[in-house]
């Protein structure tokens, strides 16, 4: 089997396509797009290279749409586009114009979750390549114990078809907190987005990863809550 060595500067930021078709490679403000297949046979072409108006933060392939993504860049915004309509990203309006810290899509593709702030919202489109809130919800609110505290979102993962991940990074007088507070959302379908619902389901635990040792980076405390969810899940099922 070959091997292609990705000519980027850095420490890329990488993304998967649901279906391994894609690899989305970014550093700095470039999004590259690979062909997997490609890859494996030593061809580190891009098939192509989108610029942004700002650095990629977080980078998520539409599940069931050929080469659509949503970025998240450094300054709070959200970026939709396609590789296959040759368009330009376009910058995904937010209420309030509230700066996102994580973006998710749900399974199949049909909703964007987006964090901003200690909220968390499920987008749907509305025809003409338009997006609007369809539920939203404050998050762990009851976290926050005075004044100097603040919660905000730090990242999301659709763990099942109806059922999101929180993680918040809760802080005081300015300093992180030495855990992430948790918390599992649970999502109503409906046919009309209007009638999307989006609710509390309860804290989940508190990890304390961040006192190991070293300390664990943020980006690893999400999978390891999700995949402990997955186990409770699995366990519960054949009790």
Known sequence: MAAAVLPLP???LLALSADDALLGASSGA?????STQRLLSGDAAPLATVQLPATVTKLAWRPGAAAEYAALLDDGSVHLGSLGSGAPPAQLALPGDAAASGVAWS????RLVVGAGEHVLVLAPSGGGAWQASAAVQVLSSEVQGDDMQLAVDSLAWVAPTSILVSCQLSAGGAEQPYAPLAM???RYCADPAADGLELAGVLLLLLLLLLPGGVSRHIQLPFAALL???HSLSSRFK
């Open 30 to 34: 470039t999004l590259h797009a690979f």
């Open 107 to 110: 399974p199949d593709g049909g």
């Open 185 to 187: 959302l649970t999502w």
């Open 229 to 231: 969810c997955t186990m």
């Open 10 to 12: 850095g420490a890329p």
